[in-house]
């Protein structure tokens, strides 16, 4: 039987409209959790995301439709949840990605970058987590990357904006330590740090290594650069430690990054 203990509780999974927001979307979801949906698409992914979080078990699901570049939809959007439902449960996913040489990276990109893999991140962490310390019980996940603790070549925004999300967290673990109790579950911040996820966001770096070969072939390239495990994750994967995390029993894991990277960090 499935242990619903997120019954109860308000989740928001920004960017779980695709790849690994969605798998955390629906692991939250069968944990009992009402879930609230973030992120771009047509009506038909969109209502594609709802059904699968729904299906999943969720308690409740709706969609929020705030563009994470923007700080002023991003505040009218958590004033939406808080009404909705507070929010117990926050997990900051969204995140793009452009891989080219620094000095080629378009200046526009860098701004994209930054403002949803890093800012768009503060920005929801200011608004939640007074409440969630007022409450006594909150979870902050940030999904930031193996590139928040290693650099590759091409990626400058992508691995500066996932540094900065681990030590944002950091600094919002310590100034939360405290809140709530044992019992209550307190208030925790922590990352995860995925390697090769089996997601869209990939796609174009498997074409570029397919060399006339098929999709697989690029995936066997990709993986054979960085990851020792030669294996892929999956959404659902991540979707399980977002939920431990979640427990109440994890009250005193904070200010922490798992890597979930096949060993690409060990080496
Ligand atoms: P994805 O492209 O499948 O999903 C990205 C999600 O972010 C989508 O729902 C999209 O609509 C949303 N999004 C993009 N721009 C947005 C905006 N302006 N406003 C609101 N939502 C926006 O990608 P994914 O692979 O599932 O990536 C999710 C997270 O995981 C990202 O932060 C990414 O950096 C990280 N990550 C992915 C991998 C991987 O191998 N796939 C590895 C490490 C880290």
Redesign the pocket.
């Known amino acids: 039987m499935t242990d619903t203990f997120l019954s109860g509780r308000t989740a928001l999974v920004?960017?779980?409209?695709?790849?690994?927001?969605l798998g955390i979307a629906q692991a939250l979801a069968a944990a009992g959790a009402r879930v609230a949906i973030?992120?771009?698409?047509d009506q038909a992914q969109v209502d594609a995301a709802l059904a699968a979080v729904r299906d999943a078990g969720a308690a409740d699901v709706r969609h929020f439709n705030?563009?994470?570049?923007d700080p002023a939809a991003i505040e009218t959007m958590m004033a939406e949840i808080d009404a909705w439902s507070p929010l117990d449960v926050l997990v900051n996913?969204?995140?793009?990605?452009h891989a080219v040489p620094l000095a080629e990276m378009p200046v526009g990109k860098w701004d994209d970058i930054i403002a949803?893999?890093l800012s768009a991140t503060f920005h929801t962490m200011r608004l939640a987590m007074p409440g969630m310390a007022a409450r006594g019980f909150g979870r902050v996940i940030n999904?930031?990357?193996?590139?928040g603790l290693v650099g590759s070549v091409n990626k400058a925004p992508?691995v500066a904006s996932?540094h900065g999300v681990l030590g944002l967290g950091k600094v919002a673990a310590l100034e939360y330590a405290a809140a709530g109790s044992r019992d209550s579950g307190g208030v925790t911040v922590n990352a995860i740090c995925?390697?090769?996820?089996e997601?869209?966001?990939?796609e174009p770096q498997i074409e570029a290594r397919r060399d006339g070969g098929s999709r697989d072939d690029g995936v066997r390239a990709l993986l054979a650069e960085k990851q020792p495990s030669l294996r892929m994750t999956l959404?659902a994967e991540i979707g399980a430690l977002a939920t431990w995390l979640c427990r109440r029993e994890a009250h005193n894991v904070t200010g922490a990054a798992f890597p979930v990277d096949g060993g690409w960090s060990a080496q």
């Not at 999904?143 to 590139?147: C, E, K, L, M, P």
């Not at 997601?199 to 990939?202: D, F, G, S, V, Y």
Request: hydrophobic share 35%; net charge positive.
């Open positions: 920004t960017g779980s409209t695709s790849g690994i927001g973030n992120g771009l698409g705030a563009d994470l570049r996913n969204a995140g793009i990605q949803i893999n999904v930031a990357s193996v590139h992508y996932k995925p390697g090769w996820v997601t869209p966001l990939i959404p």
